[in-house]
């Protein structure tokens, strides 16, 4: 073997390592989609959760809340129930909501049980968030829940309702 054959032999090796090694990370990429898309969206929110917050008030004045969730994940992952309750000295919010999703979109229902309010929800999921419009009659309100790990975000907006802003942020509670 003359060293044009052995450059092309050593070329032709690397050439399958570059390949098998591509073969490998885009296998590696599928299995983590697959895994993720068979878990739903929604599986990384199950669980228990407390932390604190803020409420913004109508006419802008602020007060901390404590708060506690507790969500129940339906398999595979597609369905969420969720209780919030939050409370502060002058205030109290207890939101109740079931939800399903299906490719990228969510819909269900809510209730504010302190003030009797119920209603539809609608939005978009995706790994660990959910954008969502919440309304019913007189009421409109949206809602953006993140979850990282063990950490979560959740942010209720209601311009010129009593209640017009609860920003939280919890951990989990164990598992």
């Known amino acids: 073997m003359d060293h044009r054959d052995f450059g092309r032999s050593m070329n032709a090796a690397k050439t ?34 407390a932390g604190n917050g803020t409420i913004t008030v109508q006419n802008g004045s602020r007060e901390r809340i404590r708060c506690r969730g507790h969500y129940v994940v339906g398999a595979p992952g597609n369905t969420l129930s969720l209780s919030l309750r939050c409370a502060s000295d002058s205030y109290k919010v207890e939101l109740q909501s079931d939800i399903s999703y299906d490719r990228g ?18 939005g978009r999921a995706a790994a660990n968030h959910i954008d969502a419009k919440v309304s019913s009659v007189g ?22 309702s009593e209640i017009s802003e609860v920003a939280i942020s919890l951990s989990r509670k164990g598992r």
Request: proline letters at 3%; glycine letters at 12%; hydrophobic letters at 45%.
């Open 16 to 49: 399958g390592r570059f390949v098998t090694f591509a073969a490998v990370l885009g296998l590696m990429a599928c299995t983590a989609d697959i895994s993720q898309a068979a878990d739903g969206p929604f599986a990384q929110f199950a669980g228990n959760w």
């Open 139 to 160: 009421f409109n309100a949206t809602l953006s829940l993140t979850t990282r790990g063990n950490r979560q975000e959740v942010l209720i907006r209601s311009p010129g």
């Open 105 to 122: 979109v969510i819909q269900g229902s809510w209730n504010e049980a302190s003030r009797q309010v119920y209603g539809q929800l609608g």
